[in-house]
């Protein structure tokens, strides 16, 4: 279980920072080119959740997610001109009076394998984000990890919030689940402006550098946890990727808790892509060198 001492505050003001609101429009969509992607660890397997190991006992908050159903997906697009990611998650029961809970991812911003941000979606006297600095522990597993209190608000609405029964959503249950009950998407979009805001603001590394210089493109890179969470400041219901193991010593990544560096889109970039990029690197340093040579009258000219 989590502990709640040794807050990190590093003068960083916990007052709320006012976000910016994207452009409305009819309906939670965004204009994207891939689609919505589903949550995989840094070796590419499929992030998936068991069905009632949810600690309280509520289907609500209960992740669920398997081969034939991602319970987690991801993408990027345009919402009105606006650069913007959306994340759903996959609970096991739709209930029609609301989602009524808290969701929070857990971000690895400089990809230690250490929780940098955590970002919480409270479905709680209406829709908000807001967002918590790691507390002084390792921060990289369920029983180092903590967070201090939440603060800058940013009030979703009917364009940047989504409940909905998934069968009617995407057609299916998972398979294997009881069907007494139909899964729910719970949908929720941030620009790319707000999030980098809030990475900049409340962001702080395990060296205890803040991220105030941090920019947020289509292909910087974020590893999450998710999980769902009773009053919001610990992790106590369901924890995705994972059966139970809320209060482990085991790491994110051993307990197959943590995705991979995920593209605003929600696509771990493929190691070719970095294979190119090294290649591309060696390259431009073979030409400073050449110049740099060049400069001093060592490569002929030809
Ligand atoms: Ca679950
Ligand atoms: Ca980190
Ligand atoms: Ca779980």
Redesign the pocket.
């Known amino acids: 279980m989590m502990s709640h001492v040794g807050i990190r505050r590093f003068g960083l003001s916990l007052c709320a920072v006012f976000f910016g609101v994207a452009g409305l429009s009819a309906q939670i969509t965004i204009t994207d080119t891939t689609g919505w992607t589903a949550w995989q660890t840094a070796g590419n397997a499929l992030m998936t959740?068991?069905?009632?190991?949810?600690q309280t006992g509520q289907g609500q908050d209960?992740?669920?997610g398997d081969n034939a159903y991602a319970g987690f997906q991801q993408k990027a697009g345009l919402m009105s001109s606006v650069d913007t990611i959306m994340y759903r998650a996959r609970m096991?029961k739709y209930d029609s009076k609301g989602f009524g809970g808290s969701w929070e991812l857990g971000m690895d911003i400089d990809g230690d394998g250490r929780l940098d941000l955590v970002m919480k979606m409270s479905d709680k006297n209406g829709q908000t984000l807001s967002f918590a600095q790691p507390g002084t522990d390792l921060n990289q597993s369920p029983s180092t990890t903590s967070f201090g209190s939440f603060a800058g608000a940013i009030t979703l609405d009917a364009t940047t919030y989504n409940y909905q029964n998934a069968t009617a959503a995407d057609g299916g249950k998972v398979t294997g689940t009881p069907t007494k009950d139909d899964n729910a998407w719970v949908t929720f979009a941030i620009s790319f402006a707000n999030l980098q805001t809030a990475i900049r603001t409340y962001a702080i590394s395990s060296s205890g550098a803040n991220l105030t210089g941090y920019t947020l493109g289509y292909g910087s890179t974020i590893s999450y946890i998710a999980f769902t969470s009773t009053q919001g400041n610990a992790i106590n219901q369901?924890l995705?990727g994972t059966t139970g193991n809320l209060s482990s010593v085991l790491t994110w990544a051993e307990l197959g808790a943590i995705s991979g560096p995920l593209n605003a889109g929600g696509v771990v970039p493929e190691p070719a892509t970095f294979l190119q990029l090294g290649m591309l690197l060696f390259a431009g340093v073979g030409i400073m060198v050449w110049r740099r040579r060049k400069d001093r009258g060592v490569v002929p000219l030809i």
């Open positions: 959740d068991a069905v009632a190991d949810q209960d992740f669920a096991e369901d995705f």
